[in-house]
């Protein structure tokens, strides 16, 4: 009998637990985990200057919108941070409502929904994490289309764009970039069908290890990977922005419609936009969303802004209806 009283206790504070955090937070986040973008450091900055608590929460953007929409009739969450598909999803299904941060009228259009439901507070550009050391003297490829050539036979890697989403975005950036549109795929499936002459690796998880370790030397990745290996690894790696050009994809954040803290939920997003909060990010080599001065010191860790100047802001959620096509004609045609 007492072991039954012990499991019904156990299970009666594993119920309350849940509700007594969110209780004694001042303002919920889904899907800030302390070990992605630096939020840990960004978690602690709001507690200095705002002095309000916010939990470290591990979902990902997929599973922050899912509990949002499970809490509808009841919202517990106050702030909701996701990849843009999955805030352009949020607001299509009516889990968040309008706010414009303090200076929001900074961040370009093509970075934040015009009514004010996702925002874009950081980004990355993709492009080419390369592993100097192991390309066995070759030189650095500068453009998509080196990466055809004999001479990088075996050394290509890209994610499965049929299951990875920063293969997707691979596909939409070489594509935008030899001349393809959301209505035509073309370019990006022969450039595929091209690569494959070349043997490329192409795994279905994040493969940064295997850049890192040599093992790929060349990956299609995001510039805040290729960063990070730069700057805390052994070795030579470098990010390059292919000559063809690039796309950008952005974080973004909104407000919970009906976020119960809603007051101090503003002031938070209106902190992730200040200069002080958007330099915060690039600790994790993610881009501001405003141009804002930063410390020479913190610029010279990033290509040049005349490197970026061939990183494109797109409309991910007319790329989004236009995935299934190409990932049908990916497998049918490529893999």
Known sequence: MKTVRFVLALLALSLIAPWQSAKAADVICYNCPPEWADW??????????????????NKNSGQALAQILAEKNNPVGDIGYFGVTFGMKAKAQDALEPYKPAKWDQVPAGLKDADGNWTTIHSGTLGLFVNKDALGGKPVPACWKDLLKPDYKGMVGYLDPSSAAVGYVGAVAINL?????EA??????????????????????????????????????YDFNAYRAKYSEKGNFEFVIPCEGTVVFPYVVGLVKGAPHKDKAKKVLDYLLSDKGQA????AYLRPARPIDLP???????????????????????????QKGFVDRYLAEVR
């Open 177 to 181: 970039a030899l001349g393809g549109s």
């Open 280 to 283: 915060i990010w690039t600790n």
């Open 184 to 221: 035509n795929f073309d370019p990006a499936i022969n450039f595929f069908k091209d690569l494959r002459k070349n043997d490329p690796i192409v795994p279905k998880q994040t493969s940064y290890a295997r850049v890192v370790s040599g093992e790929m030397p060349i990956l299609f990745d």
């Open 40 to 57: 840990a450091s960004m978690l602690k900055a709001i507690k200095a200057d705002l002095n309000y608590d916010i939990p470290h929460d």
């Open 296 to 322: 020479e010191a913190v610029k010279k860790k990033f290509l040049p802004d005349s490197e970026y100047a061939r990183a494109k802001n797109v409309d991910w959620g007319q790329m989004e209806n236009m």
